[in-house]
């Protein structure tokens, strides 16, 4: 029994709570729903995080930007493995929908795009017209 049928009445829990700090709010994302030791972060995630404090904005909700293939921020290591540390890249402020994006590992923040860009197919053939569109 899987899914719905084994926990027909799930119980919601909260991550973090709303005045912890993002460094805080951070480290309980990485630690209880992505199963890491840890987190690490880049003298510029450090940095921004700073302003982003001073300007009023340091106890927004966190949404993190990692790789779709695992876990972790690297996207090499499938499944959920044990005894890692995410490592924060970049933390951006997006104050009008009201949270701090913050970027793990070599993240693209373009949501939804292939592995080959279809630009790759485009051509102009010996006529002038465009093909592969």
Request: charged share 20%.
């Amino acid at each position: 029994m899987t899914g719905i049928e084994a926990t027909p009445n799930p119980v919601p829990t909260i991550t973090y709570e709303v005045g912890d700090s993002a460094v805080d709010k951070i480290a309980k994302v990485a630690r209880n729903i992505y199963g890491a030791e840890g987190i690490t972060l880049s003298k510029l995630a450090e940095e921004n995080l700073a302003h982003f404090t001073r300007w009023g904005f340091g106890r927004l909700p966190v949404c993190i930007a990692k790789t779709q293939y695992s876990l972790t921020d690297d996207p090499k290591r499938l499944g959920a493995p044990t005894g890692w540390t995410l490592h924060v890249s970049d933390v951006k402020l997006s104050a009008g929908a009201g949270f701090l994006v913050v970027i793990s590992g070599a993240m693209v923040l373009m949501p939804g795009l292939p592995k080959a860009s279809r630009a790759l197919a485009i051509d102009v053939d010996e006529n002038g017209e465009i093909i592969g569109m």
